[in-house]
């Protein structure tokens, strides 16, 4: 276990000569994404020693982060050296006392933790045994009453946080601070990413690049295993001994203004988004019908070989490859194509020739999927990795990055020798489609936001939906019931349009007309689709179609939305009414769509 990603929380830390308690805010404001159950900070104040702490929970009725930003100021501000936390539930609910940062039983030491301690319960019972008090249910709390007891055992602060390491099991990046020693943070980690920035005298900690990068451009990262004392007076060592990294430039914005939420602003992005992807179409060329990936180019000879491919995501990063995977079977790249979830990642399914493995995540971060890629690695595979964050876990450990899974399926295609001049056409239609992409995605916003602001007042009190598609729109119809479930919180299926006469279809027919949403387009699959509609319609739902082609599904459709055709891509563009009806029914049934219960964004714990 001790090389496996755990950190589905944030960590910030500071040690300088300015108002820490800022500093630190600002940090895990950033840092919401890998958490938002509770949030907190502790400081050591320069003018008495003491060692203070601010920190909640959310509510049904309240935000944590609200609550600390109305009030952490009055106890910390001007203190110099500080932790603060973002949390993501593991051990023990949503209050208070759970909430990061924890103090030791006598409150000499201040701890926030990322990862999960396999062992907490046995140490646990030790410290129980000798009469020391806890206050919450966490994990973390059992390593910082740890800390307390070696420190009554006469040891050094130093000494004491090492003792107590040697004790756990599991995964760890720590972030700790003694009152007796306001110039030093003793830090920590062990299959969780921690990184150091630096700026003059300044030190600034965070367990992601996003949040230093609003204090300095320049950081060092932890290694596996590795504990650090650290001070101002060792920056310079720091930068001499270990290798100094560029932090990513990223743009940080607050509020989603002017868009009440910001799942709306990112549904209305994502033209802009997808036209950055595409590099402005600098990643393929039109006129030659090929595609250029630099960071992939250096290595034709060797991923050339690939006759066999795994795709490996969560979530959505799943959903994508199975669409990638229907590409890859259109351009017949490949001999095999599997899509898999990383727990099914194993030796028994890897093909024994000839392979290579893709793998997906958003943040680059996901734990799940590390330990496949780690697998994969040890079995010396060839590896590629789609990720959004450059120099994360995933993007370092495969060493090649790249952030479309459409173009690395045209690589393979026109660097396969004997493949490209046989099926040109496809191609040639296929990076057309992409081509038009942004500005078909910018256009479904426009036409269909109406639309569905008005049908989520229908689907409000539905208990269940299913979202139904086929071929290439299937993978778009689990995306879309991933999407229904997060924010609504209303049950939500995909299926294959010939496979509810297995047992959906038992489903339909009672007092509630169930919402069911078609994917019907104009493609091989508009048949089965049809067909599909009409058994669906006889059963008594209320069917919702988005199509490109009103005329396949107004017979049967209750309410139609209607999208643009974009050849092979078609179904992409389907993504968007179906977030768009995730969104509004979930403001119209009164859940704030930018907090989905028990989730977090960025998924690194088991």
Same mark, same amino acid.
């Given at each position: 276990?001790?090389?496996?990603?755990?950190?589905?929380?944030?960590?910030?830390?500071?040690?300088?000569?300015?108002?820490?308690?800022?500093?630190?805010?600002?940090?895990?404001?950033?840092? #919401?994404?890998?958490?938002?159950?509770?949030?907190?900070?502790?400081?050591?104040?320069?003018?008495?020693?003491?060692?203070?702490?601010?920190?909640?929970?959310?509510?049904?009725?309240?935000?944590?982060?609200?609550?600390?930003?109305?009030?952490?100021? !009055?106890?910390?501000?001007?203190?110099?050296?500080?932790?603060?936390?973002?949390?993501?539930?593991?051990?023990?609910?949503?209050?208070?006392?759970?909430?990061?940062?924890?103090?030791?039983?006598?409150?000499?030491?201040?701890?926030?933790?990322?990862?999960?301690?396999?062992?907490?319960?046995?140490?646990?019972?030790?410290?129980?045994?000798?009469?020391?008090?806890?206050?919450?249910?966490?994990?973390?709390?059992?390593?910082?009453?740890?800390?307390?007891?070696?420190?009554?055992?006469?040891?050094?602060?130093?000494?004491?946080?090492?003792?107590?390491?040697?004790?756990?099991?599991?995964?760890?990046?720590?972030?700790?601070?003694?009152?007796?020693?306001?110039?030093?943070?003793?830090?920590?980690?062990?299959? @969780?990413?921690?990184?150091?920035?630096?700026?003059?005298?300044?030190?600034?900690?965070?367990?992601?690049?996003?949040?230093?990068?609003?204090?300095?451009?320049? =950081?060092?990262?932890?290694?596996?295993?590795?504990?650090?004392?650290?001070? +101002?007076?060792?920056?310079?060592?720091? %930068?001499?001994?270990?290798?100094?990294?560029?932090?990513?430039?990223?743009?940080? #914005?607050?509020?989603?203004?002017?868009?009440? /939420?910001?799942?709306?602003?990112?549904?209305?992005?994502?033209?802009?988004?997808?036209? +950055?992807?595409?590099?402005?179409?600098?990643?393929?060329?039109?006129?030659?019908?090929?595609?250029?990936?630099?960071?992939?180019?250096? =290595?034709?000879?060797?991923?050339? %070989?690939?006759?066999?491919?795994?795709?490996?995501?969560?979530?959505?990063?799943?959903?994508?490859?199975?669409?990638?995977?229907?590409?890859?079977?259109?351009?017949?790249?490949?001999?095999?194509?599997?899509?898999?979830?990383?727990?099914?990642?194993?030796?028994?399914?890897?093909? %024994?020739?000839?392979?290579?493995?893709?793998?997906?995540?958003?943040?680059?971060?996901?734990?799940?999927?590390?330990?496949?890629?780690?697998?994969?690695?040890?079995?010396?595979?060839?590896?590629?990795?789609?990720?959004? @964050?450059?120099?994360?876990?995933?993007?370092?450990?495969?060493?090649?990055?790249?952030?479309?899974?459409?173009?690395?399926?045209?690589?393979?295609?026109?660097?396969?020798?004997?493949?490209?001049?046989?099926?040109?056409?496809?191609?040639?239609?296929?990076?057309?489609?992409? /081509?038009?992409?942004?500005?078909?995605?910018?256009?479904?916003? +426009?036409?269909?936001?109406? %639309?569905?602001?008005?049908?989520?007042?229908?689907?409000?009190? !539905?208990?269940?939906?299913?979202?139904?598609?086929?071929?290439?729109?299937?993978?778009?119809?689990?995306?879309?019931?991933?999407?229904?479930?997060?924010?609504?919180?209303?049950?939500?299926?995909?299926?294959?349009?010939?496979?509810?006469?297995?047992?959906?279809?038992?489903?339909?027919?009672?007092?509630?007309?169930?919402?069911?949403?078609?994917?019907?387009?104009?493609?091989?699959?508009?048949?089965?689709?049809?067909?599909?509609?009409?058994?669906?319609?006889?059963?008594?739902?209320?069917?919702?179609?988005?199509?490109?082609?009103?005329?396949?599904?107004?017979?049967?459709?209750?309410?139609?939305?209607?999208?643009?055709?974009?050849?092979?891509?078609?179904?992409?563009?389907?993504?968007?009414?179906?977030?768009?009806?995730?969104?509004?029914?979930?403001?119209?049934?009164?859940?704030?769509?930018?907090?989905?219960?028990?989730?977090?964004?960025?998924?690194?714990?088991?």
């Amino acid at each position: 276990m001790g090389n496996e990603i755990a950190s589905c929380c944030g960590i910030m830390a500071y040690l300088g000569n300015r108002d820490a308690s800022k500093i630190l805010f600002d940090g895990i404001e950033v840092l #919401q994404n890998r958490g938002y159950d509770s949030c907190g900070m502790s400081t050591i104040s320069r003018t008495n020693g003491t060692l203070k702490t601010t920190k909640y929970a959310s509510s049904s009725t309240s935000d944590a982060i609200e609550k600390l930003r109305g009030n952490y100021s !009055a106890s910390h501000k001007n203190d110099k050296i500080g932790i603060a936390h973002t949390r993501w539930a593991t051990h023990g609910c949503k209050v208070d006392e759970n909430a990061h940062p924890h103090m030791d039983y006598n409150e000499r030491i201040s701890i926030v933790h990322n990862g999960i301690i396999e062992n907490y319960r046995e140490l646990k019972t030790f410290l129980l045994g000798k009469k020391i008090p806890f206050k919450s249910n966490t994990d973390t709390e059992v390593v910082a009453n740890l800390i307390g007891y070696f420190l009554d055992q006469k040891e050094s602060f130093q000494n004491a946080v090492l003792s107590a390491i040697r004790q756990l099991e599991g995964t760890w990046s720590f972030c700790i601070i003694h009152k007796d020693h306001p110039d030093e943070m003793i830090l920590a980690a062990n299959g @969780s990413p921690l990184h150091i920035g630096f700026k003059d005298n300044e030190i600034f900690v965070a367990s992601e690049h996003s949040a230093l990068f609003l204090f300095t451009n320049e =950081y060092i990262s932890l290694k596996n295993g590795e504990i650090l004392s650290i001070n +101002k007076e060792k920056i310079h060592d720091l %930068k001499m001994e270990k290798k100094v990294e560029s932090i990513p430039a990223v743009v940080i #914005q607050k509020t989603p203004h002017p868009f009440p /939420h910001w799942t709306l602003k990112e549904i209305h992005e994502q033209s802009l988004t997808l036209s +950055k992807t595409l590099n402005n179409g600098g990643r393929f060329s039109i006129l030659n019908s090929s595609v250029k990936l630099g960071g992939l180019d250096p =290595y034709v000879d060797e991923l050339s %070989k690939i006759e066999n491919i795994i795709l490996v995501g969560c979530g959505t990063s799943y959903y994508a490859a199975l669409f990638a995977k229907y590409v890859m079977h259109y351009l017949n790249c490949f001999n095999t194509v599997q899509v898999m979830d990383p727990t099914d990642f194993n030796v028994s399914v890897i093909p %024994k020739e000839k392979e290579g493995v893709i793998f997906i995540s958003q943040s680059g971060e996901t734990r799940d999927v590390i330990k496949a890629c780690k697998l994969a690695d040890d079995l010396n595979l060839k590896k590629l990795s789609v990720v959004n @964050s450059v120099g994360s876990t995933i993007a370092n450990m495969t060493g090649r990055e790249v952030s479309v899974l459409t173009l690395i399926a045209i690589w393979f295609f026109q660097n396969k020798e004997g493949t490209y001049h046989s099926s040109h056409s496809k191609v040639s239609s296929l990076i057309n489609s992409m /081509h038009r992409l942004p500005l078909y995605a910018g256009t479904t916003v +426009k036409s269909c936001e109406a %639309k569905c602001k008005m049908l989520a007042n229908k689907l409000t009190n !539905a208990k269940s939906m299913l979202i139904v598609g086929n071929g290439l729109s299937y993978p778009i119809a689990l995306e879309g019931a991933l999407k229904i479930k997060e924010l609504t919180y209303i049950h939500c299926e995909g299926f294959t349009g010939s496979a509810l006469k297995h047992g959906p279809y038992a489903l339909l027919g009672g007092e509630e007309n169930m919402p069911v949403i078609m994917l019907v387009f104009n493609d091989s699959s508009k048949n089965v689709m049809i067909n599909t509609g009409e058994q669906i319609k006889s059963r008594g739902a209320h069917i919702i179609c988005l199509t490109d082609d009103e005329d396949l599904c107004k017979h049967f459709a209750d309410d139609i939305i209607l999208i643009p055709n974009n050849g092979l891509l078609t179904p992409l563009l389907a993504v968007i009414p179906l977030q768009m009806l995730a969104y509004y029914t979930s403001v119209a049934r009164g859940n704030n769509p930018d907090r989905p219960r028990c989730l977090a964004k960025t998924v690194t714990v088991s």
